[in-house]
C-alpha cells in the first residue's frame, strides 16, 4: 500500500470516530431535553369489586401523593384498553399547587374474559422547584371473569323438573266477562218483555161487549143450521131462549129464568124495536104450547119461528 492510500485510510477513520463521538453527544443532549420520572410522586392503586366480571363496570382509583407545591395535570380520558372507560371523576384541591394528595377514580367495563393489562398511564406535573416531569401509575393486570361455568365451552345445564306456570289471560278474561254480560242481559230482557206482556193483558181493557141484537141473531145463525137435527120441542125451546136472553139484555132484567107472563110484564110500556108486545107475546105462547103441551106445529108453522124471531 502507498503511502497516500495509508493517509487516506487514516483521514477516513478519523472522520468516522469523529461522527461517533458528535452522535453520543446529540443523544444525550435529548435525553437531557426529555423529563425523567421522579420519586416525589406517590401513586396507590385501588380497585373496585375485587372479582371483576364481564359486563359489569368497576371502579379504578389512583391515590396520589406529593410534597406541596406540586402541580399535577392527571390527563382526562386515558387509555385503558382493552377495558372501557365510562366515566372519570376526580377529588382534588381546588387552587393548583396547594395540598399534598389527590385522588382520580376511573369507571371501566370489562367487555371480554381472560387476563387484561391496563398500561402505564402518564402523569405530567410541574414540581415545587419548577421542573417539568412525568410520572407513570404501576401497570395494572386484570383477571376477568364471567358467570359461565365454563367461559370457553359453555354448556346448557340439563334441564330440571318442570314448573308449572299459570299465565293471566287477560284479553280472554274480557271476552268471556262480556260474554256473561250479554247472556246475563238477554235473560233478564226476556224475563222482563214476558213480565210486561203479563201486566199488559192483565190490565188489558175488555173489549166492548156485543150489542143484544148481534147475539141474538149470531144464536138463531147457530140454531137455523141445526134446524135439520133438531125436533120441534128443541127448536121452540131455543127460539124462547134467545128471544127471553135477548129481551132481558136489552131492558134490563133476567129473561132467561122469567116466565112468558113476566117477560110481558117488563116489556110492557117499553121500546123493543119493530117488534110489538103482541106479537112477542104470541111467539112465546106457540113456543110454551109445543114445549109444554107437546103442540105439534104444522111444518109451515115450524119452519116459521126463526124467521119470526129475526123480526
Known amino acids: ?12 477513520a478519523t472522520l468516522l470516530v469523529a461522527q461517533i463521538g458528535l452522535a453520543t453527544e446529540a443523544d444525550e443532549n435529548v435525553e437531557a431535553l426529555i423529563p425523567k420520572q421522579d420519586e ?17 363496570q368497576a371502579n379504578i382509583t389512583f391515590s396520589l401523593t406529593y410534597p406541596e407545591g406540586t402541580r399535577v395535570y392527571f390527563p382526562q380520558n386515558p387509555e385503558v384498553s382493552p377495558l372501557k372507560l365510562v366515566s372519570q371523576s376526580s377529588s382534588t384541591s381546588a387552587v393548583l399547587g396547594q395540598g399534598t394528595n ?4 376511573l369507571v371501566v367495563l370489562p367487555v371480554r374474559p381472560g387476563q387484561s393489562s391496563i398500561a402505564p398511564i402518564e402523569i405530567a406535573y410541574v ?42 289471560n287477560t284479553p280472554l278474561i274480557w271476552a268471556l266477562s262480556g260474554l256473561g254480560i250479554a247472556i246475563a242481559a238477554a235473560i233478564l230482557a226476556i224475563i222482563g218483555y214476558r213480565l210486561w206482556r203479563r201486566w199488559k193483558d192483565a190490565h188489558k181493557p175488555l173489549p166492548p161487549p156485543i150489542p143484544a141484537h ?33 129481551l ?3 131492558l134490563g132484567f133476567n129473561g132467561v129464568e122469567a116466565t112468558t107472563y113476566e117477560v110481558m110484564r117488563n116489556i110492557t110500556g117499553k121500546s123493543i124495536g119493530t117488534m110489538t108486545p103482541e106479537r112477542i107475546e104470541d111467539l112465546l105462547s106457540l113456543c110454551d104450547l109445543i114445549k109444554f103441551a107437546k ?17
Do not use: N, Y
Not at 416525589?40 to 359489569?56: A, R, W, Y
Not at 389527590?102 to 377514580?105: A, D, K, P, R, W
Not at 137455523?224 to 125451546?237: F, V
Open 1 to 12: 500500500m502507498s503511502h497516500k492510500g495509508r493517509i487516506t485510510i487514516l483521514a477516513m
Open 40 to 56: 416525589i410522586i406517590d401513586i396507590s392503586v385501588d380497585i373496585q369489586p375485587t372479582v371483576i366480571l364481564v359486563g359489569q
Open 102 to 105: 389527590e385522588s382520580h377514580t
Open 127 to 168: 414540581a415545587p422547584d419548577g421542573q417539568s416531569k412525568i410520572a407513570k401509575t404501576p401497570k395494572i393486570d386484570l383477571t376477568v371473569s364471567t358467570t359461565l361455568g365454563d367461559e370457553v365451552s359453555p354448556e346448557l345445564t340439563a334441564p330440571g323438573a318442570p314448573v308449572q306456570v299459570r299465565v293471566r
Open 214 to 246: 148481534e147475539q141474538a141473531l149470531a144464536a138463531l145463525a147457530k140454531l137455523e143450521a141445526l134446524l135439520s137435527e133438531l125436533s120441534w120441542p128443541e127448536l121452540a125451546l131455543g127460539v124462547s131462549e134467545i128471544i127471553r136472553e135477548f
Open 248 to 250: 132481558g139484555q136489552r
Open 295 to 311: 103442540f105439534q106445529p104444522s111444518q109451515q108453522e115450524g119452519m116459521q119461528l126463526i124467521p119470526r124471531s129475526r123480526d
